[in-house]
Nanobody
Framework: QVQLVESGGGSVQAGGSLRLSCAASGITISTYYMGWFHQVPGKERKEVARIYIRSDSTWYADSVKGRFTMSRDNAKNTVYLQMNSLKPEDTAMYYC???????????????WGQGTQVTVSS
């Protein structure tokens, strides 16, 4: 019943931009903490960005701070990740995440999207 459907991934050159979308169904995102994680093969899944319930305060990993922006559109029940000034080290699978209680790590996430690939060439 709950689905997080992601889109917007692709291949870009270093310095380029992408906008990822996560359209939710079965939950109302305004009542959930929402986040974005990324993962490369052989590595742990790492949190990139987070947005809090009601206040829409955000948190970003140091590696993306100043380049990525997370936002909600409650009317569309969708969250976004605007990625600017992309670097080759941003190359990863990006996953949308939702939880009713704020997670400490990826194991605490209630729902995951299917992932969308972002590839940044040098």
């Amino acid at each position: 019943q709950v689905q997080l459907v992601e889109s917007g991934g692709g291949s870009v050159q270093a310095g380029g931009s992408l906008r990822l979308s996560c359209a939710a169904s079965g939950i109302t995102i305004s009542t959930y903490y929402m986040g974005w994680f990324h993962q490369v093969p052989g590595k742990e899944r790492k949190e990139v960005a987070r947005i809090y319930i009601r206040s829409d305060s955000t948190w970003y990993a140091d590696s993306v701070k100043g380049r990525f922006t997370m936002s909600r559109d409650n009317a569309k029940n969708t969250v976004y990740l605007q990625m600017n000034s992309l670097k080759p080290e941003d190359t990863a699978m990006y996953y949308c995440a939702a939880a009713g209680i704020l997670w400490w790590n990826s194991a605490g996430v209630d729902y995951w999207g299917q992932g969308t690939q972002v590839t940044v060439s040098s």
